[in-house]
């Protein structure tokens, strides 16, 4: 068996250990969908109204803010996916399983790849539950199929992103606690970004920093996919910081990994 063969083979193995830890504890896949769909009742029920009339649509209101928030929600949803991985990841780290781990034969990036490839899937059931609420509450996406899958597609390359980035984290912090606190400005950034309003509303320093930052050309690719918007240069930039940030997050990580003594 070739290294590599061995290290996919071990790879899947951790897959199905993480996938088995969600079937057995559904509480967090709920926790991922559970905030974004509590926002979407808020801001579509409770400031809809105001917030889609101004946004200038021909028909305003809270089915066109719908439209318009539930793109930002499912970057949102992704973000707590986020913080659930690094405090899985630390709580391996921290229980004395890694140890385990490391005197078995079992690849370093295993490991690693099996809470990232969990943790995507675990995201992604989250976000159809998301998808499933808008829906409900009058989201009406224009996008057929082959834009579907192109933003499912998008949205499975954001969750990695962020679940190499949050895997850092984790091994970064010496205690559970702590992992659950270091992803917390992955949560804020939609909100300083085009995910709840349009940037061109905010004033001059926050607008050059929401223009600026990773989500907004994110939030605006998966928005001109799934309502028929103009998509231009936001995707190849979305595209570009999602492999940016995956590679360093792998990078730190894997350092991480290696240079933390065993427990």
């Known amino acids: 068996m070739t290294t590599l063969t061995w290290t996919v083979a071990d790879s899947a193995t951790m897959v199905r250990r993480n996938l088995k830890h969600a079937l057995r504890y559904p509480s967090l896949t709920i926790i991922v969908a559970a905030m974004p769909i509590v926002f979407l009742l808020l801001f579509v029920y409770v400031f809809g109204g105001t917030l889609g009339a101004g946004l200038g649509g021909p028909s305003g209101g809270r089915a066109e ?45 295993a490991v ?26 009058g989201f009406r996406p224009d996008a057929g199929v082959v834009e579907w899958l192109a933003a499912a597609g ?24 702590a992992a659950s606190n270091v992803p917390m400005p992955l949560l804020l950034l939609p909100f300083f970004g085009s995910g709840f309003v349009p940037t061109d509303s905010m004033p001059a320093g926050l607008r050059w920093f929401a223009e600026h930052q990773p989500f907004t050309p994110i939030i605006e690719t998966l928005r001109g996919l799934l309502t028929g918007t103009g998509i231009g240069s936001d995707g190849p930039v979305a595209v570009a910081w999602c492999v940016g940030l995956t590679v360093v997050g792998w990078l730190w990580a894997r350092r991480n990994y290696e240079n933390r003594p065993a427990r």
């Not at 992704?78 to 004395?96: C, F, K, L, P, V």
Request: no cysteine; charged share 10%.
């Open 154 to 177: 998008f949205l499975a390359l954001v969750s990695l992103a962020l679940s190499w980035l949050s895997v850092a984290m984790g091994l970064a912090t010496k205690t559970v606690e």
């Open 65 to 109: 803010y719908a439209e318009y928030l539930t793109p930002g929600l499912l970057v949102l949803a992704i973000a707590a996916a986020a913080q659930g991985t690094a405090i899985s990841i630390a709580m391996d780290m921290t229980e004395g399983i890694n140890s385990r781990f490391r005197t078995m034969s079992i690849s370093r990036a």
């Open 112 to 137: 690693l790849a099996g809470h990232v490839v969990g943790a995507v899937v675990q995201t992604m059931v989250g976000l159809a539950l998301v998808v499933a609420a808008a829906l409900l509450v």
